[in-house]
């Protein structure tokens, strides 16, 4: 599974950005798909997750800010980020989990900088 993202940039407190993923190679059995972030000196961390049939998970610091879509038929998700923070500055990383075990693949970051 080949993962491309885009999406990322710079953007003003308060602001908004829209991250998507894009799935290709062996996609068969593709089960969930999620970004995870990565800020310096962090852990990295999921951000949000949805499952082939919708049912999505995110983390508590994106409640209510953060929107996690996609289409089945596209192999495309996509993270509606609003009312973005300085603390969510980090590198973001495209995530899908495929097959019987769950096996993960990654994007390669896209870096997203909010400035206060």
């Known amino acids: 599974v080949q993962l491309q993202a885009s999406g990322g940039g710079l953007v003003q407190a308060g602001g908004s950005l829209r991250l998507s993923c894009a799935a290709s190679?062996?996609?068969?059995?593709?089960?969930?798909m999620g970004w995870y972030r990565q800020a310096p000196g962090k852990e990295r961390e999921l951000v949000a997750s949805?499952?082939?049939?919708?049912?999505?998970n995110y983390a508590d610091s994106v409640k209510g800010r953060f929107t996690i879509s996609r289409v089945n038929a596209k192999n495309t998700a996509w993270l509606q980020m609003d009312s973005l923070r300085p603390e969510d500055t980090a590198v973001y990383y495209c995530?899908?989990?495929?097959?019987?075990?769950?096996?993960?693949?990654w994007g390669q970051g896209t870096l997203v900088t909010v400035s206060s």
């Open positions: 995530n899908v989990k495929r097959g019987s075990f769950n096996a993960d693949f």
């Open positions: 190679g062996s996609i068969l059995t593709i089960n969930d």
């Open positions: 949805i499952t082939r049939g919708g049912y999505t």
